[in-house]
């Protein structure tokens, strides 16, 4: 089965110029857990086009943003709709290169992990990330068929818990690579990660598998900093090189034209401030450092709509969390960006919910350039 329809396979032509857009906005909820059904939670959720209501008697509060997902029934909001309607785009624009990202946000448990990467073994289950992966290679093979195109992948991984930068990839294929890093700025190249290690694919599988390697590990380290892996933030980088005519063939120097993209998949910690899982002990040991990174993107956030409001200058402090630094241009500067923001249904978490419809609101206004990189 197609998930991806068919980006277009025409020539690599004149660059576009970058037009001013708007984060895209789409909000999710999920079915009721098994908790929520035991404690016969009522659902104070709502969704009709794309408004979403909070429900509550005295004062119901609308909200409207560019995509809902009411997945709470089973088969309505599927993996698949989010991706025809999300993730295809993504990858037709990154293989006319622009710069893409997708951040989930949410409060842990409301289905980022889900929307990103997907769950279960059913194909259907697959979430944004499997699908981008499977569609960019069937479009490897027909533009390097039908047009004698090549398309060139490479992914990194890397995670921040507590304000550091780790290279999940770090020690796939060699033994001595550093995993910490640093975040650095290039007046040409933009914001990047010093030394982080970026993998050639050739197929799907080798996507998955270094996917996969990259979870593990994620997973190794939590355990073993006895951390809980919803308060670190996750970052996977597709990077798309489309380039035109055949490879060249022996020493010969490659000097053919180029369509570059990165698109950027990232799965955020949980939003929620203080969470009802962790003891008062665990949040004093985690300190304040872990949320460093979340709470800068809430105040960038809100310098970049007060900016688009009042149409002056203010430097965001970007640079003030290795979030925000790394996010710099997804979401001021050369990106198409889209936010899924992610919440539970149930009553319970009525409070949790509302706050992340005010967030996702707010980066409704924020408008980003993007360009295609050519070369
Ligand atoms: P998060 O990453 O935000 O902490 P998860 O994605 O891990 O949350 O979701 C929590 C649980 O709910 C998982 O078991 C997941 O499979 C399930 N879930 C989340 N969203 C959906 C959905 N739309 N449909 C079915 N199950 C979902
Ligand atoms: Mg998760």
Known sequence: RRWWGSPSAKRISAGMPGTEESIKVAVRARPLNQREKKLECDICVSMSGKTVTMLSERNPKHFTYDYTYWSVQSGEGSQTEIFEDIGNSMLSNAIDGFNCTLFAYGQTGSGKSYTMMGGGQEEEDGGVIPRMIDGLFAEKERLEKESSQELQVRISYLEIYKEQVTDLFAALNSRNSKAVCICKEHPNVGVYVKGLKLMPCETQQDVMSNLEYGLKMRTIAATNMNQ????????????????????????????????NAKINLIDLAGSERTSKAQTEHERLKEGCAINQSLSQLGLVIKMLTEQSKDGGLKAP??????????????????????????????????????????FASSVKSIKTVAVQNKN
């Open 317 to 358: 402090m970007f640079r003030a969390s290795k979030l925000t630094f790394l996010l710099k241009d997804s979401l001021a500067g050369n990106s198409k960006t889209c936010m899924m923001a992610t919440i539970s249904p149930a009553s319970d978490n009525y409070d949790e919910s509302i706050s992340t419809l005010r």
């Open 228 to 259: 809980n892996s919803s308060r670190s933030h996750a970052v996977f980088t597709i990077v798309v090189n489309r380039l035109e005519g055949e490879r060249p063939t022996g020493k010969k120097k490659d000097e053919r034209k180029s369509l």
